[in-house]
């Protein structure tokens, strides 16, 4: 009889440990996707700053080159003359 109940606690302790390390598991690798997205979204921003900034250098965003200071860049040269 005693050794049937040590038996079912020693099985019910191994089906707690087995749940937990499931648990922990899991977790684990929720975890590691949401690192994994955040990298992913910082790589696309830090591609956006760049290709931002190659616009500007190469000249390529008209916007910015026709509108330093929000207005178009013929008015402000007017506004001196």
Do not use: H, W
């Not at 922990?24 to 990298?39: M, N």
């Not at 591609?47 to 190659?54: G, L």
Request: proline share 2%; hydrophobic share 15%.
């Amino acid at each position: 009889m005693e050794e049937e109940e040590r038996n079912k606690e020693r099985v019910e302790d191994c089906a707690k440990e087995e749940e937990e390390e499931k648990e922990e598991e899991e977790e684990e690798e929720e975890k590691e996707k949401e690192e994994e997205e955040e990298r992913e979204e910082k790589e696309e921003e830090e591609k956006e700053i760049q290709r931002n900034t190659k616009e500007v250098q190469t000249g390529t965003d008209t916007e910015a080159l026709t509108k330093p200071f929000g207005k178009p860049f013929n008015s402000i040269l007017f506004n001196y003359l």
